[in-house]
């Protein structure tokens, strides 16, 4: 059974930094490319951040570009997600999600939330 | 970017209704659709993928068509358990792009 446990979230002053993770398990991690998939309270999906397999090629939402880096280590089945210049608009509930043709599993989600 | 779009944005329908959910993207995308449903404080589900194709352990009521910019999610025969919100999603290349949601509602 494919396991997705995202951690990190929190509590967070705008302007700040986190780094989520993402600890997947019952699939092999290092042949799916994965994604970051974030909800804000009451709204939509919105796609963060994807990275091949290999982690050699990572993509990008316009709203995240330049701020987030998203990055994996195979060798732990581990997805990371680092935010900085967190803004209040970032506030989300933040999924892992496995594969980007068609995510067909999704980790609970980790909250965070950018607020002085 | 190519921007999605979906309609209509919520819907009330009854017990055994066939309902369509229509989701339109800006620009071509082939068939690289998926469609999924999300139920209250619950993460989302895969419906569809490439269009058409049904996600395995996805009851056959649900149905996927369409190719290019113009696509399609039918139920027939509504069943109580299938209320909660359906995205589309393209992912043809990135940006990986949910629409909007619709929002269906049991009557």
């Known amino acids: 059974e494919v396991q997705l446990l995202e951690s990190g979230g929190g509590l967070i002053q705008p302007g700040g930094s986190l780094r989520l993770s993402c600890a997947a398990s019952?699939?092999?991690?290092?042949?799916?490319?994965m994604n970051w998939v974030r909800q804000a309270p009451g709204k939509g999906l919105e796609w963060v951040s994807a990275i091949s397999a290999t982690g050699g090629s990572t993509k990008y939402a316009d709203f995240v570009k330049g701020r987030f880096t998203i990055s994996r280590d195979n060798s732990e089945n581990i997805l990371y997600l680092q935010m900085n210049s967190l803004r209040a608009e970032d506030t989300a509930l933040y999924h892992c999600?496995?594969?980007?043709?068609?995510?067909?599993?999704w980790g609970q989600g980790t909250l965070v939330t950018v607020s002085s | 970017d190519v921007q999605m779009t979906q309609s209509p944005s919520s819907l009330s329908a009854s017990v055994g209704d066939r309902v369509t959910i229509t989701c339109r993207a800006s620009q071509g995308i082939n068939n690289y659709l998926a469609w999924y449903q999300q139920k209250p404080g619950k993460v989302p589900e895969l419906l569809i993928y490439d269009a058409s194709s049904l996600h395995s352990g996805v009851p056959s009521r649900f149905s996927g068509s369409g190719y290019g910019t113009d696509f399609t999610l039918t139920i027939n025969s509504l069943q109580p358990e299938d209320f909660g919100i359906y995205y589309c999603q393209k992912y043809d290349n990135a940006p990986y792009t949910f629409g909007p949601g619709t929002r269906l509602e049991i009557k």
């Open positions: 019952g699939f092999s991690f290092s042949t799916y490319a």
């Open positions: 999600a496995q594969d980007t043709r068609s995510i067909k599993a």
